[in-house]
């Protein structure tokens, strides 16, 4: 073989060599985004289900015959770094009890 055909395919080889390692580097940049992306997934959803369960509070019927209703939901606030309570209130009239017979 001529030297000039060695040199060449010396050159092919450095540049394949090149490029493939450039895609493996590329690969591994990849794979660690995706690790530190799951990561973030996985600690933002520990912060929401850090927050305390949503409840219902239900008060005594007043004199106007309605009763106070309050929904609590709690979700985190990524902004503010805590879980924030969210009320709403609803009033309902009250139903009359049953009749007893004695």
């Known amino acids: ?30 794979e660690a985004k995706r690790r530190i992306e799951e990561a973030e997934k996985e600690r933002k959803e520990k912060l929401k289900n850090s927050c305390p369960a949503s409840k219902v509070r239900t008060y005594v019927c007043n004199d106007e015959g309605f009763r106070l209703i309050k929904y609590f939901d709690y979700q985190y606030d990524f902004d503010e770094n805590q879980c924030a309570e969210n009320v709403k209130s609803k009033n309902e009239k009250c139903k009359p009890a049953g009749k007893v017979i004695a």
């Open 1 to 30: 073989m001529s030297e000039a055909k060695v040199e060449k395919m010396d050159e092919e080889l450095e540049e394949k060599f090149l490029a493939q390692k450039k895609t493996e580097e590329a690969e591994k940049e990849a």
